[in-house]
């Protein structure tokens, strides 16, 4: 009996130890505070990417350059409220009022109300409400335009945005009509807290824009006046930020407990935890927006996929080809804990 027990019992070699399941939690609630409080300083911080278009500004120089010096019709845009707001399908509607203040004769209605919004489409335009207001003429239009903005995800899903809404009139030139306003002439009254942001900040630019109509001629342009309305906007709630973050981080925490359970279901454990983590990209797919280059989702869905990946690999090893003693295992979770930590720490805060 002796004999054969010692002959079927497993040597010290063959023994598999497994991480003991308080050192997984200790791992996982320091990985997680450490990067939740990465991204909690990252949400605080607001950076916008957008670029505003090109606008000349008006200067002496080119008031020469124009031969003579053009009337000023004062601008102002008054948004009442966004019907849609959609920064992720980069969808837009409001209505308001667009307004101006001029001298009596600079200019006719007719003229006047061919305005546009670059990049829209105005769905209504009312007739012209006149008033005189101090020798001018105070002229104001109700619309509801529907526009689009060109916007940059790179930071999807921390990301702030920079929305710039061109208003232009490509019937007039700058050497007749020059458009003059302000940020107190700009107004948003509209809240978008509902859709899961805030304004920030507000800016208005003046000048005119140049449409080259012959690319071997330079001289051949379009000169037209224009105002930029900018608006800033960063994100209200994280709503969608937990949806994406939050399955990944609990995919990757529950793949690294296969070094504390039995083989069979360890292994069983860490491939369904890549199937799943595959199967979630559709998820993100669709709550993120649609663009040609990553974004910091894309990254981090990337880096995730990674560790569980060398987590499954480093299980595949321990189970079938080597016996991995415990330290070896503890530092192996240290190393996958760090390298997740220091590269979505570094996404957050210098990629982004």
Known sequence: MNDNSTLTSPTPSTIRENVPPLFQIIMILVSFTIIGSTLYNQLNYVAYHEQQPQLEIVTPQKIAEFGGFPDIVKVGLYIDQFQKFDLIKNEFIFSGIIWFLVLPGIISLETLQKFEFQQSEILYLSPPNVELKDQELLISYNIRVKF?????????????????????????????????????????????????????????????????????????????????????????????????????????????????????????????????????????????????????????????????????????????????????KKMVLIIIHGFVISVSAYLLLYLS
């Open 148 to 328: 689009t903005a060109p916007l940059t995800y790179i930071d999807f899903p921390v990301d702030d945005h920079r929305i710039n809404l061109v208003f232009a009139h490509q019937f007039i030139t700058p050497a007749e009509i020059l458009f003059e306003s302000s940020r107190s002439s700009f107004i948003v009254k509209s809240e978008v807290n509902s859709f899961g942001w805030t304004l920030n900040d507000r800016e208005v630019k003046t000048g005119f824009m140049s449409a080259n109509l012959d690319s071997t001629d330079e001289s051949k342009n379009h000169n037209f006046p224009a105002v930029i309305f900018s608006m800033d906007f960063s994100r209200f709630g994280t709503r969608q930020l937990i949806s994406i973050l939050l399955p990944l981080l609990l995919i990757f925490y529950i793949t690294v407990f296969c070094f504390s359970i039995e083989p069979l279901t360890s292994i069983g454990l860490s491939t369904g935890s890549i199937t799943a983590i595959l199967a979630y990209r559709f998820v993100i797919e669709n709550l993120s927006p649609k663009s040609g280059y990553f974004m910091l989702s894309d990254y981090l869905f990337f880096l995730i996929l990674s560790a569980c990946f060398a987590t499954f690999f480093f299980n595949i090893l321990d189970v079938f080809l080597l016996t991995i003693p415990m330290n070896i």
